[in-house]
C-alpha cells in the first residue's frame, strides 16, 4: 500500500491557502506546509502551477514495496484543486 504525503505550496497572506489549511487542519490530514514569495515565483513552482497561484497541493506517493517516490502533477485551475482537496476530505471522513 503507498504512503501518501502532502505538502500545501502557499503564501502566508493569501485567504485561499487558509481556507485549504484548515480543512486539512480540521480533517486531521497530515501536511507539511511551504511558503514561497510570489513576487519571485520558483521555476519549479511554475512548472507546476503555470498560472503562479496558490493554493497548490503536492501529493508524493511512495511504494512499500519499491521506495520510490512519484509526484503528481498538478493542475493549474485552482477550482480543480478545490475540488480534488474536498474529494479527498470525503475520502478521509468514510
Not at 3 to 16: A, G, K, M, N, Q
Not at 61 to 88: G, I, N, V, W, Y
Amino acid at each position: 500500500m503507498p504512503e501518501t504525503h502532502l505538502t500545501l505550496i502557499s503564501h502566508p497572506l493569501c485567504p485561499f491557502v487558509q481556507r485549504a489549511a484548515i480543512v486539512l487542519l480540521e480533517k486531521g490530514i497530515p501536511f507539511d506546509r511551504l511558503n514561497i514569495n510570489l513576487v519571485a515565483k520558483p521555476d519549479w513552482f511554475l512548472d507546476m502551477s503555470p498560472n503562479g497561484k496558490v493554493p497548490l497541493l503536492r501529493v508524493r506517493q511512495r511504494s512499500m514495496d519499491k521506495q520510490a517516490e512519484h509526484t503528481q502533477p498538478e493542475a493549474s485551475s485552482a477550482r480543480l484543486r478545490f475540488h480534488r482537496m474536498a474529494a479527498a476530505a470525503r475520502f478521509v471522513e468514510r
